[in-house]
């Protein structure tokens, strides 16, 4: 059970071999952008992905494993 609020959700699944599903989980009609850094801390520059418009209280995102040791991903949301 999820309880939405103002924030979204992102989870992910190892979904085939090399194959990352990313589903993030947020208000219907608000922009949500995934971001994704090699490192996580106080340093780290998130690069942005996509930008996402939710047509319903969920989007799924399909992307190929790179080859690189860790990959880090997180959701804001864009709406002010």
Known sequence: VFI???E???DTVLSAPNM???T???RPGHQCQLQSAPVVGTASNWDNED?????TTF???N?????ESARFFRV???VP
């Not at 992307?63 to 080859?67: I, M």
């Open 51 to 55: 930008l996402v418009t939710l047509p």
């Open 20 to 22: 990352l599903r990313l």
């Open 76 to 78: 804001r949301d864009m």
């Open 59 to 61: 989007q799924t995102l």
């Open 8 to 10: 979204p959700l992102l």
């Open 24 to 26: 993030i989980y947020g």
């Open 4 to 6: 939405m609020e103002r």
């Open 63 to 67: 992307r190929a494993v790179a080859d």
